[in-house]
């Protein structure tokens, strides 16, 4: 490891920096990704054909959007994230 690297995380850790193990990605599909959010209270609205076809809470998402989406709550809720 270069000696600048090493101080950057070490000047990470002085100021409350964690170190955190990454949760093993869970395989979803599109259908699951859509309950789980609803799971989380998010109505998500389906427009087929278009290049973001869905909507949810009034902006327009592909589904990688919608998945950075779950993923986020997931992250909230200490869960492992989703990967289609």
């Excluded at 093993?24 to 959010?37: D, F, G, K, R, W």
């Amino acid at each position: 490891m270069k000696s600048e690297d090493a101080s950057a995380i070490a000047s990470f850790l002085d100021q409350g920096g964690e170190v955190r193990k990454v949760q093993a990605a869970i395989p979803a599909t599109e259908q699951e990704v859509l309950v789980y959010l609803a799971s989380c209270g998010l109505t998500v609205k389906c427009f087929p054909g278009d290049s973001k076809p869905y909507a949810c809470n009034g902006k327009r998402y592909s589904m990688d959007g919608l998945l950075r989406l779950a993923n986020e709550h997931r992250r909230s809720q200490q869960l492992s994230p989703l990967m289609l």
